[in-house]
């Protein structure tokens, strides 16, 4: 089973800039797509971004198209979230997933083998 592990996160302030990245144990195109997701204190687990691994089509939330980026580097077996313009509202644990489902969903439940999580915390 692909186990995959995040960091980069930290504090920043805000319109400051961090890297996530993502680290599997295997060749990350074993899944369809790879995903980013945050979760808030007290909020459900959102969407940030996804990337398909045939193609390296990505995908956006509305909420951080035009200042997030997400990437993929085969040789590192390895995702990145590269966010700028961060905001208070970004505050949250960032967590990386796979899926199988063939394209890049946006629902959570597609997603398996989730990662322990990254806390990323903007302050105004």
């Known amino acids: 089973q692909v186990q995959l592990v995040e960091s980069g996160g930290g504090l920043v302030q805000a319109g400051g800039s961090l890297r996530l990245s993502c680290a599997a144990s295997?060749?990350?195109?074993?899944?369809?797509?790879m995903g980013w997701f945050r979760q808030a204190p007290g909020k459900e687990r959102e969407f940030v971004a996804a990337i398909t691994t045939s193609d390296d089509n990505t995908y956006y939330a509305d909420a951080v198209k035009g200042r997030f980026t997400m990437s993929r580097d085969n040789t590192k077996n390895t995702v990145y979230l590269q966010m700028y313009s961060l905001k208070p509202e970004d505050t949250a644990v960032y967590y990386c997933?796979?899926?199988?489902?063939?394209?890049?969903?946006?629902?959570?439940?597609?997603?398996?083998?989730w990662g322990q999580g990254t806390q990323v915390t903007v302050s105004s």
């Open positions: 997933a796979g899926s199988r489902a063939g394209w890049a969903p946006r629902t959570r439940s597609l997603y398996e083998n």
């Open positions: 295997e060749r990350t195109f074993s899944y369809d797509s």
